[in-house]
């Protein structure tokens, strides 16, 4: 689950977590990148699924697929970034 708080987003799945910088938000597996608060939350959303291991499974191998696009990333750009300890 992700929880919003005090310009930090955090989750309890994955240890990448997304925090508020001026008037945009930064997300640690997408390290100098400058994204709306919709786009920090789907960054870690997509982080969560990846950090399940859920991707084998067919529902969730599209949806990454879908949250990698609004990112403007490749689905494999994604998932190999999440796998990498937060910076």
Same mark, same amino acid.
């Given at each position: 689950?992700?929880?919003? @708080?005090? @310009?930090?987003?955090?989750?309890?799945?994955?240890? %990448?977590?997304?925090?508020?910088? @001026?008037?945009?938000?930064?997300?640690?597996?997408? =390290?100098?990148?400058?994204?709306?608060?919709?786009?920090?939350?789907?960054?870690?959303?997509?982080?969560?699924?990846?950090?399940?291991?859920?991707?084998?499974?067919?529902?969730?191998? %599209?949806?990454?697929?879908?949250?990698?696009?609004?990112?403007?990333?490749?689905?494999?750009?994604?998932?190999?970034?999440?796998?990498?300890? =937060?910076?």
């Amino acid at each position: 689950m992700i929880t919003v @708080g005090d @310009g930090v987003m955090a989750s309890d799945v994955t240890e %990448h977590t997304a925090w508020r910088c @001026g008037q945009w938000w930064r997300v640690s597996w997408l =390290p100098g990148r400058d994204l709306t608060l919709y786009e920090a939350d789907v960054a870690l959303i997509l982080a969560e699924d990846v950090a399940r291991g859920d991707a084998v499974q067919s529902w969730v191998k %599209h949806r990454i697929e879908d949250l990698a696009e609004i990112l403007r990333l490749s689905p494999v750009t994604a998932a190999a970034a999440c796998e990498r300890a =937060p910076q």
